[in-house]
């Protein structure tokens, strides 16, 4: 069972991402208690117990993080449930997948086809989401290969601990 203050922890990330995120609350909640918890892989109905929410708010929250890539839901042979881990090595989960980038860059290239002889001023916030989006998908690679080089340089110091990863 999760302690008050755990749960306030959990609270406060579930506001968190709320207000910044438009995200139903308990997504944020279960994210700040797999931050915190340990054992790392529980099962919805730990989740839910430990969380006092229904198994269902749990599993939709569970499939919201799931989508964004911020976790991972397996299920060992033999076990009729699931369990969650957060997933910090996805590029998804860490913020550096292009790949919502691209289509983004691609949205804006089929507007301004849309808008072909449109003055340049009708065409502005296109043409600008177009170079942004093209922006980062040229550094974000660089950006997450200077993370995990800092990453690797903070656990070989002994700052971060090496966290041992389950394939996928």
């Not at 289509?103 to 065409?123: D, S, T, V």
Request: hydrophobic fraction near 45%; avoid cysteine.
């Amino acid at each position: 069972m999760a302690t008050d203050a755990e749960i306030t922890f959990a609270d406060h990330i579930g506001r968190f991402y709320a207000r910044r995120y438009g995200m139903a609350p308990m997504v944020g909640r279960l994210l700040g208690y797999l931050v915190i918890r340990h054992p790392s892989e529980p099962s919805i109905a730990e989740l839910a117990d430990a969380l006092l929410a229904s198994r269902s708010a749990i599993t939709g929250a569970v499939s919201t993080l799931e989508t964004l890539g911020l976790i991972h839901r397996s299920r060992a042979a033999g076990e009729r449930m699931d369990r969650v881990r957060l997933d910090l090595d996805a590029p998804r989960s860490t913020g550096f997948d292009v790949t919502e980038f691209h289509e983004q860059a691609a949205l804006a290239r089929e507007g301004l086809a849309l808008l072909e002889n449109a003055p340049i001023e009708r065409k502005a916030a296109l043409l600008e989401w177009q170079a942004f989006a093209d922006f980062l998908v040229t550094r974000l690679p660089q950006l997450e290969a200077d993370w995990r080089a800092h990453r690797e340089k903070l656990r070989a110091e002994g700052t971060l601990p090496d966290i041992p990863r389950r394939p996928q």
